[in-house]
């Protein structure tokens, strides 16, 4: 089995900074390409960033670049989400999550590309 241990939410104000960690535990041997979505309340689950080890390739979605960042280290299967100047719309339940078997054509914006997902850490941005 494979779960994902993330950590970093909080409460900051506007302007302010976070940074979110994801590590895939249990009988993990491969380098996952990994990924973060966000859920706002009311909304659906929506692409933030992935980083595939193999390429070095790093992808965002366009509300959030230039002001996160993912990184990590592949051979221990961990991804880093640093968020700066954020906004009140950031505000969301921001999920880890891992590819392993799904389809390559899915990565990185679908959530059918990834396989494991963390339990989700509450991101709240007061305006």
């Known amino acids: 089995q494979v779960q994902l241990v993330e950590s970093g939410g909080g409460l900051v104000q506007a302007g302010g900074s976070l940074r979110l960690s994801c590590t895939a535990s249990g009988r993990t041997f491969a380098r996952y390409n990994m990924g973060w979505f966000r859920q706002a309340p009311g909304k659906e689950r929506i692409f933030v960033a992935a980083?595939?080890?193999?390429?070095?390739?790093?992808y965002y979605a366009d509300s959030v670049k230039g002001r996160f960042t993912i990184s990590g280290a592949n051979a221990q299967n961990t991804v880093y989400l640093q968020m700066n100047s954020l906004k009140f719309e950031d505000t969301a339940v921001y999920y880890c999550?891992?590819?392993?078997?799904?389809?390559?054509?899915?990565?990185?914006?679908?959530?059918?590309?990834?396989?494991?997902w963390g339990q989700g850490t509450q991101v709240t941005v007061s305006p």
């Open positions: 980083i595939n080890w193999s390429s070095g390739d790093a």
């Open positions: 999550a891992a590819a392993q078997y799904a389809p390559a054509i899915h990565f990185p914006h679908s959530v059918r590309g990834y396989d494991y």
